[in-house]
């Protein structure tokens, strides 16, 4: 399989995976994939448009919408009246994708918690019988957020000392 097959069945794979992730239309989420993957600092409308073969109302509707979820961002080159789009935070995209599933992990383990304790109150019988089976669980979206947690420390570390 050549490189620009490789590239392409990646993007479509990514792009599933985003569509599904962000709720977004399946454009959307292929151009923003091909701007994850691209090797050049951005890309054109025209590029965009070239690249996904698709009208130009459609892809500035999905740019508009990228743009709006602040998942890409533009920039513009001396001398040259386009817009160059690519990910809001190329170097961060790692970090970001941790933040967004830390927030789900802690949403999920205040929620938990709630149910334990209302459960417990209120409906002692459901309580005792899935005890033992919450009680793992809970474990786990505890152990997931503090491991997520300290990734995220990491990196941000990482980041911070590719800055200075």
Known sequence: M???????ELIEELGIHLENQHDIPP???RLYAMLV???RNGLSFEECQINR?????????????????????YFTKPGDRKRYFKTSAANTF????LEEKLKRIETENR????????????????YETNKERAEIYHSFIKQS???????????????????N
Request: glycine share 2%.
């Open 94 to 97: 790692y970090l970001n994708k």
């Open 111 to 126: 929620i938990i918690t709630k149910i334990r304790n209302y459960n417990q109150t209120y409906n002692p019988e459901r």
């Open 2 to 8: 050549s490189r620009e097959e490789q590239k392409k």
């Open 27 to 29: 454009l959307a989420a």
């Open 145 to 163: 957020e503090e491991l997520l947690s300290n990734t995220l420390q990491v990196l941000k570390e990482l980041e911070n000392h590719n800055h």
């Open 53 to 73: 073969c698709a009208s130009k109302s459609s892809i500035s509707t999905a740019i508009n919408l990228l743009l709006k979820l602040g998942l890409i961002t």
């Open 37 to 39: 993957v691209t090797n």
